[in-house]
Structure formats: C-alpha cells, structure tokens
C-alpha cells in the first residue's frame, strides 16, 4: 500500500507499506495548510483525503 502526502506548504514525499510506514512533516512557517493524502493499494485502487490543519506558535510569550 502506498501513501502520497501532501503537506500543503509545496513539499510531499510517499510512504509505502511494507516498509516504515510512517510520515511526519515539519512546517517553517506558522498558518493554516490543507494537508492531503492518496491512498493506493496493491490493486491500484485509490482513495483520497484532504484536512486542514492549523500550526500555531506554542513557545510565543503571552501578551500583556
């Protein structure tokens, strides 16, 4: 099975299993991304799903 991210921020990569199996990203800017993933099987079956994800700035100093 084969696993196609697109992390929204212009970068993707695959991930296939056997193998892995896992998938992590780091975003360099802080914002809104709609992040989506295409899902083959060993039938050449697809599926797909998008979301939209939020990265936030945890260490920020609290306003005043």
Known sequence: TKYEYDWGDGSSNTVEIP?????????????????GVEVTDASEQTDEATDTITIIDFFRTPRR
């Open 19 to 35: 193998g892995d199996g896992k998938a992590s990203h780091y975003y360099y800017g802080y914002g809104t991304y709609t992040v």
